[in-house]
């Protein structure tokens, strides 16, 4: 029959925080969202904010892995939510956009409200365990400030690799954002997501556990 004789194909998520960012720059995130407020004393702020925002979604998807270590509930957090992020991003450092310097438009930033937005509303909603909500204010608080929008800033850590996770030198394209996302650790070290280095222990061991029962 057609059934018996078709071919299955699917496509699987990607893995790991450099695979999750690189599909977001193939095909989540728009290089008019970089363009945005070009010319303007936020325009350098704001794409270190749209690259953080990527950073974060990975990190919240990829700390599913770890089970409940990493959350309670493994939500599933869409591409969606990271456009949605974006546009909210793009409202609240509209008026940012209009000052008449760096500095200036920094102060103006609404930081409070974008994280609220963003943590309570866009990737809040989907959360349904209530002790998970802190847990995600408390990661997101360090993608959305002041901060987080410096030349050099560390979004996290990966302390065993010795890698620190900052945004590109270079700003002005989105392959230039794939490129430095690129020179991202293939593995993920557990302390990049805030947890023990022996989270990975629970994380192996539901892997193996998987393979042996679908091999099984």
Request: glycine content about 6%; charged content about 20%.
């Amino acid at each position: 029959s057609i059934l018996q004789s078709s071919l299955k194909m699917s496509v699987q998520p990607p893995k790991g925080i450099r695979a999750n960012m690189l599909q977001s720059f193939a095909s989540n995130v728009e290089q008019s969202d970089l363009d945005k407020f070009s010319g303007t004393p936020i325009d350098l702020p704001y794409r270190r904010l749209l690259y953080g925002l990527t950073l974060f979604h990975a990190l919240a998807l990829e700390r599913r892995k770890f089970g409940g270590l990493g959350w309670n509930k493994p939500y599933e957090w869409m591409a969606s939510d990271l456009k949605t992020a974006v546009l909210m991003s793009g409202i609240y450092c509209e008026a940012a956009s209009k000052e008449s310097s760096m500095e200036n438009a920094l102060a103006s930033v609404p930081f409070p409200a974008l994280l609220m937005m963003i943590g309570q509303v866009t990737y809040g909603g989907r959360i349904t365990d209530a002790m998970d909500n802190p847990t995600l204010d408390s990661i997101l608080s360090t993608f959305i400030t002041k901060e987080a929008m410096a030349k050099e800033y560390t979004f996290t850590s990966a302390q065993k690799a010795r890698f620190d996770y900052n945004a590109p030198e270079n700003l002005s394209t989105l392959e230039e954002f794939s490129k430095h996302t690129s020179t991202f650790p293939l593995f993920d070290d557990p302390t990049c997501f805030g947890l023990n280095s022996n989270a990975n222990t629970s994380f192996l061991r539901k892997e193996n556990g998987l393979f042996i029962s679908t091999v099984l």
